[in-house]
């Protein structure tokens, strides 16, 4: 079945530190890739999405690759803030059977002053 | 654009306890889908609603199941609640795939705790 697979964390950084998140995936055809990110005590928020092999998707900084020949989708920002101490979870669609969102276990990043 | 919505925000339950979960989609999807996130891990998909019916579902006893109204807003319920049912419950609302939608949109959640 299809599922997806991210470095475990947590990720200690200092502010302005550069960023990355390793996710590979197995799936059947071609699904939608994304990154959600969570803070703490919320719930789930879309970071970016990418939906075809080669697109890159981006925001707020943070860039992530859809790698179909390495089936990859690393998140990573340039210069990290304290504000972006959150779980980061890399995530793709599935739409056999029907339509649903399979998660990978989520990367915990502490970012300090 | 009022985004997903859940109530209640929290919940304290008993073992053997039932209990009701509402969700309101985002404005213009039709498609609502429900998952729940133990404490550490990643969201695990409960079952999908669309036509007031259910599509599709994830590895979950028949203990829980869901309601999809008119109006697209749905329930989850949860009937001789277990311990290990204590978690966040996340709804997300979509459009379907033929409808160009891939992307579910998450509420904020709710959390049980089963004591």
């Known amino acids: 079945g299809n599922s997806v697979t991210q470095m475990e964390g947590p990720v200690t950084l200092s502010e302005e530190a550069f960023l990355t998140i390793n996710c590979t995936y197995t799936?059947?055809?071609?699904?939608?890739l994304f990154w959600y990110v969570q803070y703490p005590g919320e719930g789930l928020q879309l970071l970016l999405k990418?939906?075809?092999?080669?697109d890159k998707g981006s925001n707020k900084g943070f860039e992530a690759t859809y790698r179909k020949e390495t089936t990859s989708f690393h998140l990573e920002k340039g210069s990290v803030q304290v504000s972006d101490s959150a779980v980061y979870f890399c995530?793709?669609?599935?739409?056999?059977?029907?339509?649903?969102?399979?998660f990978g276990a989520g990367t915990r990043l502490f970012v300090k002053a | 654009d009022a985004g997903v919505t859940q109530s209640p925000t929290h919940l304290i339950k008993t073992r053997g306890q039932q209990v009701t979960l509402r969700c309101s989609p985002k404005s213009g999807h039709d498609t609502v889908s429900w998952y729940q996130q133990a404490l550490g891990q990643g969201p695990q998909f409960i079952f999908q609603y669309y036509e007031e019916e259910e599509r599709q579902r994830g590895n979950f006893p028949d203990r829980f199941s869901g309601h999809q109204f008119p109006n697209y807003s749905s329930e989850l319920n949860v009937n001789a609640l277990l311990l290990g049912d204590s978690a966040l419950y996340l709804c997300?609302?979509?459009?379907?795939?033929?409808?160009?939608?891939?992307?579910?949109?998450f509420g904020p959640g709710t959390r049980l705790t089963v004591l």
């Open positions: 990418a939906t075809k092999a080669d």
């Open positions: 997300a609302s979509s459009l379907l795939p033929g409808q160009g939608g891939d992307t579910q949109y």
């Open positions: 799936a059947t055809g071609y699904p939608s």
């Open positions: 995530a793709l669609s599935d739409r056999t059977g029907g339509f649903k969102t399979i």
